[in-house]
């Protein structure tokens, strides 16, 4: 345990208030649950977002509760230091793009299945049908079929072959869904779409007893994502290799990074 | 065939782990499938789907973690789930059970018994402990760490001498021992010119100076920045400089800082006095310094390498860059664009820059790592002033990688300056070699391209040929996007300083 906790980042969506309840544990991230979401008190190494705590810390897994009243954070409830701490504040993404940077090339930015890492969302659907007996063969043929239903415009038997589906703390196809919902809403700006319709089908047939799923879900819905996904959203707007702030995104996570943009390219693509 | 599970309550794990233990298990003998996933109704329902769903997992919880085997037979299945269980207990990470793992410092020497150096980063409050526990076992020390207290660093420097061991840090950026490059070093040859640096970016320099001029480094050590200070008295100048007059590979040897106290300029004054061996200096400033017949003194640092060049070679050794900058002619910024704005990435170098400033026009300019304390300056982005702003302080690195590697920041800064009317010359570092961004060129050209047309941008490619990024590939690109590339960062300054007077 060290001597003194130092914040680094607080996320702008913190509201005020004692979160003890934990929802899941590791060394990079203690979640906490707030309103069926949770509040990330996370290590150094993850990017801050509007719903994260980022300590000057290498483990965080001892951590039990955080504490914030009127500016002053409590971790375990010890005084953190917040000297040099920044607020989290998302990027103003309501702004409306200029005519000519609607015609983004999203979907060139897309991985070859051959890069997507083993039980990652893009690689079993690559590989479903070569699996077919096997776990991984039955959830990538699941997630196949789901593909081609949400195609059909069956959206919502589509989604539930993501739903809740998939290796990791939050599923494989949870993150599939979240990286689709942010592919939606930046099309809803980027090309002028209304997707509202759609966008909130996905969102209340979604919710689950995940809470982590359920945060990232709602971020998406809202257009607030993390630090690495803004960055990449601005790459994208303004053409400024996107590519190297996609590679930031694929580090997230065992394979969470990749199942996200999986989603958000699919939602590019096919609606 | 066979399937059994366990649920694994009250324990958390990570996605990395869950993943890596259903790798494991179905590399074992007669598993047909093996997963560790969360207990979803959704994932339950896979598991139906591939007769992996027993009875006892059917009713787990949503948050659960199940571990289902599928196996040829019992005993197979029963092994997975005792493998399973040990894996479990093991820290997450990657595992490779024919490397030893070390836990610490000490078990480590214990596999490498020929090792005699431990390169440590951590957090700067672990830092300490981790470097006593390398002295005690009989290692030199570079820390890469910063945020060590002075009193710490004193403490460690003076166990590491009294020991004869060096100390090279705390926030000790880069070394090269024995030709091996640690930290932010770059591909330079191996040579006869031994190097001990206070500065960072200052030993990149001048290493990569005297690679372009054609020779090579014997060694390369860093001490940390605040070696020269008074409180901690040069401990690690005066012993890597002992070294270097000792070391039968080094014939020449090229001593860097930013100006270190009066008292221990005046003790490694003394030191170089009782060697035969042609010494270069260079502390950044005009310092008093004396008359020694082997003792040469330059300001700048690529003239400290040209010098220690000719000391070897007894002879000219050229020049340093392919187009002089007094070559070339000088571009006028146009109208009321008045102001010089510098965005480093290499505190030495933002540091020679105001040193030229300074010499050129009398004055400071603003900054937040300032010559003179009156002139420093947080808000630099939009004071119409020349600033010059070191991207690697502290107040830039908290919670991102430092500006070598993480050129957001710069880039943001960039545009931001870019679209400014009063700005006439924005002056770049390019630092390139192990540790940095792979390609700073890609990063940058985008902007550099939607900057306006009527700022002059004057660009230093810090970096060899033989170096990951390629220093020429990576000029010819900046310079293909109409920036002023120099190989050398005192002509570059030099050139911007020389517009600027205009």
């Given at each position: 345990m060290p001597e003194s906790y130092r914040a680094i980042y607080i996320g702008e969506s913190i509201e005020d208030g004692r979160y003890q309840e934990i929802f899941s544990s590791h060394a990079k991230a203690v979640n906490l649950i707030w309103k069926r979401q949770v509040i990330s008190v996370c290590n150094r190494t993850i990017c801050p977002g509007p719903f994260r705590l980022i300590l000057d810390l290498d483990d965080v897994s001892h951590i039990r509760s955080f504490n914030q009243e009127q500016g002053l954070l409590q971790v375990n409830c010890e005084p953190c230091v917040t000297k040099g701490m920044e607020v989290y504040q998302v990027l103003d993404f309501s702004r409306e793009l200029p005519d000519a940077e609607r015609e983004l090339k999203v979907a060139d930015l897309n991985l070859p299945p051959r890069c997507y890492p083993p039980q990652s969302v893009g690689y079993l659907l690559a590989l479903g049908p070569q699996l077919e007996k096997s776990f991984d063969g039955t959830l990538g043929n699941q997630y196949k079929k789901g593909l081609a239903l949400i195609g059909c415009g069956d959206i919502k038997a589509g989604l539930h072959c993501f739903k809740g589906k998939g290796y990791g703390l939050t599923p494989g196809g949870d993150d599939f869904l979240a990286g689709f919902m942010l592919g939606l809403s930046w099309k809803e700006r980027a090309q002028k779409k209304s997707l509202s319709e759609i966008k909130d089908l996905l969102l209340c047939e979604s919710l689950s007893e995940n809470y982590l799923s359920n945060t990232f879900l709602l971020q998406a819905y809202h257009l607030k994502p993390d630090r690495d996904w803004a960055d990449f959203l601005l790459a994208l707007e303004t053409q400024t290799n996107p590519q190297a702030a996609m590679l930031k995104i694929t580090s997230h996570g065992a394979t969470s990074g990749y199942d996200t943009l999986s989603g958000f390219f699919a939602a590019w693509e096919i609606l | 065939m066979i399937v059994q599970s366990q649920i694994v309550q009250g324990k958390?794990?990570?996605?990395?782990?869950?993943?890596?233990?259903?790798?494991?298990?179905?590399?074992?003998?007669?598993?047909?499938?093996?997963?560790?996933?969360?207990?979803?109704?959704?994932?339950?329902?896979?598991?139906?789907?591939?007769?992996?769903?027993?009875?006892?997992?059917?009713?787990?919880?949503?948050?659960?973690?199940?571990?289902?085997?599928?196996?040829?037979?019992?005993?197979?299945?029963?092994?997975?789930?005792?493998?399973?269980?040990?894996?479990?207990?093991?820290?997450?990470?990657k595992r490779d059970s024919s490397r030893p793992v070390a836990r610490n410092?000490?078990?480590?020497?214990?596999?490498?018994?020929?090792a005699n150096l431990c390169l440590i980063s951590v957090a700067g409050k672990y830092a300490v402990k981790e470097a006593q526990e390398a002295l005690e076992e009989g290692l030199h020390v570079m820390i890469f760490s910063d945020n060590v207290s002075l009193e710490d660093e004193l403490n460690l420097k003076q166990q590491a001498a009294a020991k004869g061991l060096l100390l090279m840090g705390p926030d000790c950026g880069t070394a090269i021992i024995n030709g091996c490059p640690l930290g932010f070093a770059n591909n330079v040859p191996s040579g006869k010119i031994g190097i001990v640096s206070a500065a960072g970016t200052g030993l990149q320099e001048v290493s990569v100076a005297i690679a372009h001029l054609g020779f090579g480094i014997s060694q390369a050590f860093g001490t940390g920045g605040r070696d020269g200070k008074a409180a901690i008295g040069g401990i690690m100048l005066s012993a890597c400089l002992d070294f270097l007059i000792h070391d039968p590979n080094t014939e020449v040897i090229v001593m860097i800082a930013k100006t270190p106290d009066p008292k221990v300029r005046k003790q490694l004054w003394q030191q170089m006095s009782t060697s035969d061996k042609p010494m270069v200096v260079c502390f950044l400033q005009m310092v008093e310094h004396p008359a020694l017949p082997k003792l040469h003194y330059s300001v700048s640092l690529d003239g400290c390498a040209v010098q220690a060049c000719e000391e070897l070679s007894k002879a000219k050794a050229g020049t340093l860059h392919t187009t002089s900058a007094t070559d070339l002619p000088l571009p006028q910024p146009a109208g009321k664009r008045r102001y010089l704005m510098g965005l480093y990435s290499g505190g030495t170098l933002c540091y020679e820059a105001q040193q030229l400033y300074h010499q050129y026009f009398g004055d400071y300019p603003l900054s937040n790592a300032p010559l003179n304390s009156d002139f420093k300056s947080t808000e630099l982005w939009n004071k119409q002033a020349d600033c010059f702003v070191d991207l690697g302080s502290d107040e830039f690195t908290v919670g991102r990688a430092h500006p070598m590697i993480d050129y957001s920041l710069r880039m943001k800064f960039l545009e931001q300056t870019g679209t400014r009317a009063d700005i006439g010359i924005i002056l770049l570092d390019v630092v390139l070699g192990y540790g940095s961004h792979p390609d700073p060129a890609a990063e940058l050209l985008p902007v550099l391209s939607r900057i306006n047309k009527e700022i002059i941008v004057v660009c230093h490619v810090l970096g060899t040929a033989e170096d990951p990024q390629n220093a020429e590939t990576q000029a010819t690109k900046l310079r293909d996007a109409g920036a002023y590339v120099f190989t050398s960062h005192r002509v570059a300054a030099d050139f911007a300083m020389r517009i600027l007077q205009n």
């Open positions: - | 958390y794990l990570d996605s990395v782990k869950l993943m890596l233990i259903s790798k494991e298990l179905r590399q074992q003998e007669g598993i047909l499938d093996a997963v560790a996933i969360l207990a979803t109704k959704e994932n339950r329902e896979i598991l139906a789907a591939t007769d992996m769903l027993v009875d006892e997992i059917k009713h787990a919880a949503e948050t659960d973690i199940v571990i289902v085997i599928k196996a040829e037979a019992e005993e197979q299945a029963s092994a997975a789930l005792k493998k399973a269980e040990a894996l479990l207990k093991e820290p997450a990470g410092i000490r078990s480590a020497v214990q596999h490498l018994k020929d």
